[in-house]
Structures are given as structure tokens and as C-alpha cells.
């Protein structure tokens, strides 16, 4: 008797996780609206003598469908 009541006991303890709790898997997910620069130096940096500039991203029409662009920085 005392065996099947250590073994119940044991299937019980186990099944309500109290012996081996598992650690709780997060998720996390942010939103970002807008397209932000690469760098945070500010909207423009030099570099070998030029100045280059953020453009921002947009969308384009390509190939019949709507696609959009990331922002970059290009030369001024």
C-alpha cells in the first residue's frame, strides 16, 4: 500500500511540475514605426571627404507590385 501511495505521490508531484519546474520561455517583439538611420551621429557623416546623407526609405513600384525601399545614406 505504502508503495503504490509513494508512487502516486511521486506521478502527481511530476505532473504539477513542483519537482522539476521548467523556466518560463518569454517572447519578445518591439514595433518601430519609420525607417531610422544606421548610425546615430545625427542625419549625415563624412567620410573620405564627403559628406554622406540619410535618405529615407519609401515605397516603389516594381515589376507590377508594391515594394518598399530601405533608407540609406548616399553622397550629397
Same mark, same amino acid.
Given at each position: ?32 514605426? +519609420?525607417? /531610422?538611420? #544606421?548610425?546615430?551621429? %545625427?542625419?549625415?557623416? @563624412?567620410? &573620405? +571627404?564627403? /559628406?554622406? #546623407?540619410?535618405?529615407? %526609405?519609401?515605397?516603389? @513600384?516594381? &515589376? +507590377?507590385? /508594391? ?10
Amino acid at each position: 500500500m505504502k508503495y503504490k501511495l509513494a508512487v502516486l505521490l511521486g506521478v502527481l508531484l511530476c505532473a504539477s511540475g513542483i519537482v522539476a519546474p521548467t523556466p518560463a520561455q518569454a517572447i519578445g517583439f518591439s514595433i518601430e514605426i +519609420g525607417d /531610422r538611420p #544606421y548610425y546615430n551621429r %545625427g542625419p549625415h557623416y @563624412w567620410h &573620405h +571627404g564627403v /559628406r554622406w #546623407y540619410w535618405i529615407p %526609405g519609401h515605397w516603389r @513600384w516594381r &515589376h +507590377g507590385h /508594391r515594394i518598399w525601399v530601405h533608407g540609406h545614406y548616399a553622397p550629397r
